[in-house]
């Protein structure tokens, strides 16, 4: 596609719920990553992939949040027993990441997630 | 501590004016990038510059990654360019594609 795109774009969930996101980053793009974003907060690293590497998953708060990347393509973050600190807007971005000393990342619109 | 850290917090600007909003971060980088997020939410990439200068309209960056920060200038600014800007870097002492984001300056035009 022409850019990053992410569904639902908006989630209300009850606490305890499990809650998918998706994200389809731009064609072509080998490295894909997610962010969360609390109210008038900076961004916070969560996951990022690349090719088959194993992913970098350092930046996720707890064992409630798992991603997976299916055929180095669509990206899902999945969040068990939801909480109300969960909510946030989660960001997921892609990069062509391969060329030498290049890794500019490119942002979807994100999914704003309440946890009732 | 703190790793990146962005200045000021917050500007206000009249219609016109130029401003500069810096970046400092506590290692050696791989990348760095400037975004504007807009007040709906979207981040519009504005530079990748983990070194040197770049220029795109009314607006410049420049990178001197020896002294570890980073410069960005809003020349004759427009309600337009109100909203947060962020930078991000990798730090070479972290994994290549880790992005740690400053808190960012919140930037409002006004007529």
């Known amino acids: 596609g022409a850019g990053v795109s992410q569904s639902p774009s908006n989630k209300v969930t009850e606490k305890g719920k499990d809650v998918e996101l998706r994200c389809d980053p731009i064609?072509?793009?080998?490295?894909l990553y997610w962010y969360r974003q609390s109210l008038g907060q900076g961004l916070e690293f969560l996951i990022y992939?690349?090719?088959?590497?194993?992913?970098?998953k350092s930046g996720l708060p707890s064992d409630r949040f798992s991603a997976e990347r299916t055929g180095g393509s669509v990206s899902t973050l999945t969040i068990q027993r939801t909480q109300q600190e969960d909510s946030a807007v989660y960001l997921c971005?892609?990069?062509?990441?391969?060329?030498?000393?290049?890794?500019?990342?490119?942002f979807g619109p994100g999914t704003r997630l309440t946890v009732l | 501590g703190i790793q990146v850290e962005q200045s000021p917090p917050d500007l206000i600007l009249q219609e016109g004016a130029n401003s500069t909003l810096r970046c400092n971060f506590s290692?050696?980088?791989?990348?760095l990038q400037w975004f504007h997020q807009n007040p709906w939410g979207q981040l519009i990439n504005l530079f990748y510059?983990?070194?040197g200068t770049k220029q795109n309209g009314r607006l410049s960056a420049t990178t001197v990654a020896t002294e570890r920060y980073s410069l960005l200038y809003i020349s004759s600014s427009q309600t337009t360019d109100s909203g947060v800007y962020f930078c991000?870097?990798?730090?070479?002492?972290?994994?290549?594609?880790?992005?740690?984001f400053g808190a960012g300056t919140q930037v409002v035009v006004t007529p």
């Open positions: 971005a892609s990069s062509l990441w391969g060329l030498v000393s290049y890794n500019e990342q490119f």
């Open positions: 064609s072509g793009h080998t490295a």
């Open positions: 992939f690349q090719g088959n590497s194993a992913p970098d």
């Open positions: 290692d050696s980088v791989n990348n």
């Open positions: 510059i983990p070194s």
């Open positions: 991000a870097v990798t730090m070479t002492t972290d994994s290549w594609g880790k992005f740690q």
